[in-house]
């Protein structure tokens, strides 16, 4: 019923850009904040982006200025540009509905693989 989708992945050249998208469906996407993880091979999963829904964003250090996240409830879909990629980039990208309060449900879409070659 909970449905979040990520697509735009794929094999760039480092220095490179790659723009992620995020289809939520079977949520009230609107009021809920948005985060966008990563996860390398052998490495635990990481918070590389959120936004509120207000709009404020919060970002790795690793990524501050160079990704961009951002939102358009309209059409329920959050996204992550991602500009000067570096191999250190390589991950599969997971698209996250963070809880809301304590008792809230998280949700995680399935990922996509993003590969930044040297």
């Known amino acids: 019923q909970v449905q979040l989708v990520e697509s735009g992945g794929g094999l760039v050249q480092a220095g490179g850009s790659l723009r992620l998208s995020c289809a939520a469906s079977g949520i009230k996407f609107s009021v809920n904040a948005m985060g966008w993880y990563r996860q390398a091979p052998g490495k635990q999963r990481e918070l590389v982006a959120a936004i509120t829904t207000g709009g404020f964003t919060d970002y790795a250090d690793s990524v501050k200025g160079r990704f961009t996240i951002s939102r358009d409830n309209a059409k329920n879909t959050v996204y992550l540009q991602m500009n000067s990629l570096k191999p250190e980039d390589t991950a599969v990208y997971y698209c996250?509905?963070?809880?809301?309060?304590?008792?809230?449900?998280?949700?995680w879409g399935k990922g996509t693989l993003v590969t930044v070659s040297s």
């Open positions: 996250k509905k963070e809880r809301s309060g304590v008792l809230g449900m998280e949700y």
